[in-house]
């Protein structure tokens, strides 16, 4: 009996500890695809609107939990491969003011491009320009749309 009363413990005991075991998870808040900067320093959330060909970037903490404002007026993003496959091309995504967060141009976490070249695109690979975050300047950070680049 006091053995059944051991196991039983024992498995109680690690179920409880599942979620501590799990793997580290962020949860992109526009449900869009996150794009990690160093050992979780920061993220990127791409949402692409194939639609109506925007890309939006939203500048978040390590957590994907808060928004961070960046002083740059904009970011560069270059596109090198896609689904359906089009020629490389660079996009340039510029700050967007917001009266309602007090956000402007160069102190803003929102950045938006508009282009014909993104209209139908499913998925993409590529690279940032130089981003600025919290003092920490990321050079040139890969990025891949939608599945993210965390991992590799």
């Not at 039983?8 to 690690?14: D, Q, Y």
């Not at 449900?31 to 109506?52: I, P, T, Y």
């Not at 993003?77 to 007090?102: D, E, M, Y």
């Amino acid at each position: 009996m006091s053995r059944t009363f051991l196991i039983s413990f024992l498995a109680l005991a690690l179920t409880s500890l599942t979620p501590v075991l799990r793997a580290h998870e962020h949860h992109p808040p526009h449900h869009g695809s996150l794009q990690v900067f160093g050992e979780d320093a920061a993220h990127v959330e791409l949402v692409l609107d194939a639609k109506a060909g925007r890309l939006t970037a939203y500048a978040l903490d390590g957590e994907a939990e808060e928004y961070i404002r960046l002083a740059q007026r904009s970011i560069r993003v270059t596109v090198l491969k896609s689904v359906p496959p089009r020629k490389p091309f660079t996009l340039t995504l510029r700050a967007v003011a917001n009266v309602l967060t007090g956000e402007e141009v160069g102190d803003s976490a929102q950045f938006e491009a508009v282009s014909p070249r993104l209209v139908g695109l499913k998925s993409f690979q590529g690279r940032f320009g130089p981003v600025t975050i919290r003092g920490l300047r990321f050079g040139s950070n890969a990025l891949k749309y939608p599945q993210g680049n965390e991992g590799g």
